[in-house]
């Protein structure tokens, strides 16, 4: 089974920044599209940001111009770099991807675990 592994998460204050990465370890032919979701307590999860395996990338509009989605192809890994971070980002964050897993005849959606991200003073 694939699962992919988050860290990064924190206690940050309001105004700071951190940086999640995303790794999908094992075996894989292909990752395509890798997105970010997060779910704040008594919330439905919502996407925050995607990006597809040639760069394209798309916000919510609540993180446009603090939030940078990135991927590094080779090493099959995504980030989330989150900047002047407010009280309203404070979520469980998921990290989302369709991959082709060895041994596989087709895409499999996947998820992480999920890391926690506290804005609070």
């Known amino acids: 089974q694939v699962q992919l592994v988050e860290s990064g998460g924190g206690l940050v204050q309001p105004g700071g920044s951190l940086k999640l990465s995303c790794a999908a370890p094992?075996?894989?032919?292909?990752?395509?599209?890798m997105g970010w979701y997060r779910q704040a307590p008594g919330k439905q999860r919502e996407v925050v940001a995607t990006?597809?395996?040639?760069?394209?990338?798309n916000y919510t509009d609540s993180v446009k111009g603090r939030f940078t989605v990135s991927r590094d192809n080779a090493k099959k890994t995504a980030f989330l770099e989150m900047k002047n971070l407010e009280a309203e980002d404070t979520a469980a964050y998921y990290c989302?991807?369709?991959?082709?897993?060895?041994?596989?005849?087709?895409?499999?959606?996947?998820w992480g675990q999920g890391t926690l991200v506290t804005v609070s003073t």
């Open positions: 990006i597809t395996s040639d760069g394209d990338t």
């Open positions: 989302n991807a369709l991959v082709w897993p060895s041994g596989y005849n087709r895409y499999i959606e996947v």
């Open positions: 094992g075996r894989l032919f292909s990752v395509k599209t």
